[in-house]
């Protein structure tokens, strides 16, 4: 870890930057993590454009088809094939809050940097629960943590402004990531707790937001994002693009990145979370399209997608120079 406990929400409003972005975890045809791919994805994921470290066990990595050893196994492998060259954020939720502690301890002796934990996402829960949850999580570890803000359906627990509020005493909770699709949430999110620790999303449309209506809180990074790895390739980098354009507060030109990627995205992605859900099949695939390893078998209960609804994103990708014509 590259901070004192005390100093975590400075260390992330200062070291981090750029995207830290998921990742997709490769299996075998008997089902096996295929870490040989996992550490290629690794390395590709941190050479795209913009990539300025890495998100693990989010969504798109499939960590709840995963038993416990298994994620602490992927998590060692990543963190061997960063070795300490960009911010890793490990993943540790669970319903369970002696899992997360487990993971998280873990987390920290394999040399990530930060923690994710979500809400518990199954069972009954409230607010009251809910903060108890993260008081008795963050009393027994060590490493900076960053809360989930979302109204995905897939959770089903919206953790609100004022519930982050209620969490600031703890001093290892050192961000917030809102990824709530609704711009005036974000906005709330900013303005109830921004000014003490960094609320990040993982959009660029939020990211750009926060930049310009927020300019002395909003971080210099973006958590969770998955479009450098669907929505652009080293050769058309429209992350890229848009992050330089951003960062350097030039926002005629970032705005226009961010067209072009919303355009792709739209017909990839959104259409999929307007209905409360990660096509996780469909994505990883696509991922596999655009050179990482996608692997050759699948858990459960995942299957591969649907022919017609590859075919429509293939289309997409070529349309948008991201693939060559004889992409299949």
């Known amino acids: 870890m590259r901070y004192a406990l005390a100093e975590a929400r400075e260390w992330v409003r200062t070291e981090l930057r750029g995207y830290i972005t998921i990742l997709y975890t490769p299996f075998l045809a008997d089902g096996a993590i295929d870490e040989a791919g996992l550490r290629h994805n690794v390395r590709r994921t941190l050479s795209l454009p913009g990539v300025g470290g890495l998100s693990v066990h989010s969504l798109h990595q499939e960590f709840w088809a995963l038993t416990l050893a298994e994620r602490e196994r992927v998590t060692e492998v990543v963190l061997e094939e960063v070795a300490g060259r960009a911010p890793v954020v490990i993943g540790c939720s669970d319903p369970a809050a002696a899992n997360v502690i487990q993971l998280a301890r873990h987390a920290k002796a394999a040399g990530a940097d930060l923690v994710m ?44 402004p004022d519930q982050v509020e209620a969490l600031l005493h703890l001093p290892n909770l050192c961000a917030v990531q809102n990824t709530t ?38 971080p210099s990074f973006m958590i969770g994002s998955s479009r450098p790895v669907l929505c652009q390739t080293p050769e058309v980098p429209h992350c890229g693009r848009f992050l330089e354009a951003a960062l350097r507060d030039d926002f005629t030109e970032a705005a226009r990145h961010m067209r072009n990627l919303g355009a792709i995205a739209s017909r990839l992605q959104s259409r999929y979370f307007a209905q409360g859900f990660h096509h996780v099949a469909l994505f990883k695939t696509l991922a596999g399209l655009l050179g990482m390893t996608a692997g050759t078998g699948w858990r459960p209960a995942l299957d591969p ?12 990708l070529r349309q948008a120079g991201l693939l060559p014509g004889d992409a299949a």
């Not at 903060?131 to 359906?153: K, N, Q």
């Not at 003490?196 to 990211?207: G, H, K, M, N, Q």
């Not at 997608?305 to 429509?312: G, I, K, N, S, Y």
């Open 305 to 316: 997608p649907v022919p017609r609804d590859l075919a429509e994103c293939v289309a997409v």
């Open 117 to 160: 934990v979500w809400p518990p996402y199954y069972g009954p829960r409230n607010a009251a629960g809910v903060r108890g949850f993260y008081e008795y999580v963050a009393a027994r570890i060590e490493i900076g943590m960053v809360a989930y803000s979302t109204t995905l359906s897939e959770l089903g627990y919206y953790l609100a």
């Open 181 to 218: 699709l609704d711009v005036a949430a974000y906005a709330r999110m900013m303005e109830r707790v921004g000014d003490r620790i960094a609320v990040a999303t993982s959009l660029e449309e939020y990211f750009l937001h926060g930049r310009l209506a927020y300019p002395d809180r909003a």
